[in-house]
T-cell receptor
Framework: DTAVSQTPKYLVTQMGNDKSIKCEQN?????MYWYKQDSKKFLKIMFS???????INETVPNRFSPKSPDKAHLNLHINSLELGDSAVYFC?????????????FGPGTRLTVL | QKEVEQNSGPLSVPEGAIASLNCTYS??????FFWYRQYSGKSPELIMS????GDKEDGRFTAQLNKASQYVSLLIRDSQPSDSATYLC????????????FGKGTKLSVIP
């Protein structure tokens, strides 16, 4: 059984389009995260939700909007896609979003903006 | 700015040798640290966590933490070609922190 799943796995789209990535976890965790990993493999936090409440909102363009319909799901919507948005986006979850809790990652969504 | 620094490598070791991966961090308030392994094209996979000064062993892996020196390391004994991957060091800052800061990773190659 997949613990943290993401769809789609690959996303190829044109500049200016709007797209969404979905994430679901079946671990019963309270906290979910979105990370961006760029071409140099640097993994950077974008957002975090704890029990559907936004707790981390790093400096990302407001074209990116996370939505958490329940604590098992965290979706990422991106408006007006730009070339620089091309990256791999990882969803992760943890039991509770504080020190000592291990984060588990989904398989990633490779976004390519043409 | 909380930072976690790693030597990007690549680090090459022969099969059967000990691979030593190092990480330093800037925030003295950091409480806990994690090592993730990431194969090319795959997601990060947690392999070790460490919270207290000293060593923690799990199979062929040993994590070491020295809070006074703000230093974390991962030793891989009897390295295998299957250990070839990028290793990411990450740390939380403070008990109330929700944010895990990652280093840029060290690429390890184990040569048969």
């Amino acid at each position: 059984d997949t613990a943290v799943s993401q769809t789609p796995k690959y996303l190829v789209t044109q500049m200016g389009n709007d797209k969404s990535i979905k994430c679901e976890q079946n671990l019963g965790h309270d906290t979910m995260y979105w990370y961006k990993q760029d071409s140099k493999k640097f993994l950077k936090i974008m957002f975090s939700y704890n029990n559907k409440e936004l707790i981390i909102n790093e400096t990302v363009p407001n074209r990116f909007s996370p939505k958490s319909p329940d604590k098992a799901h965290l979706n990422l919507h991106i408006n007006s896609l730009e070339l620089g948005d091309s990256a791999v986006y990882f969803c992760a979850s943890s039991q509770e979003g504080w020190a000592y809790n291990e984060q588990f990652f989904g398989p990633g969504t490779r976004l390519t903006v043409l | 700015q909380k930072e976690v620094e790693q030597n990007s490598g690549p680090l090459s070791v022969p099969e059967g040798a000990i691979a030593s991966l190092n990480c330093t961090y800037s925030d003295r308030g950091s409480q806990s640290f994690f090592w993730y392994r990431q194969y090319s094209g795959k997601s990060p996979e947690l392999i070790m966590s460490i919270y207290s000064n000293g060593d923690k062993e799990d199979g062929r892996f040993t994590a070491q933490l020295n809070k006074a020196s703000q230093y974390v390391s991962l030793l891989i004994r009897d390295s295998q070609p299957s250990d070839s991957a990028t290793y990411l060091c990450a740390g939380y800052s403070g008990a109330g922190s929700y944010q895990l800061t990652f280093g840029k990773g060290t690429k390890l190659s184990v040569i048969p």
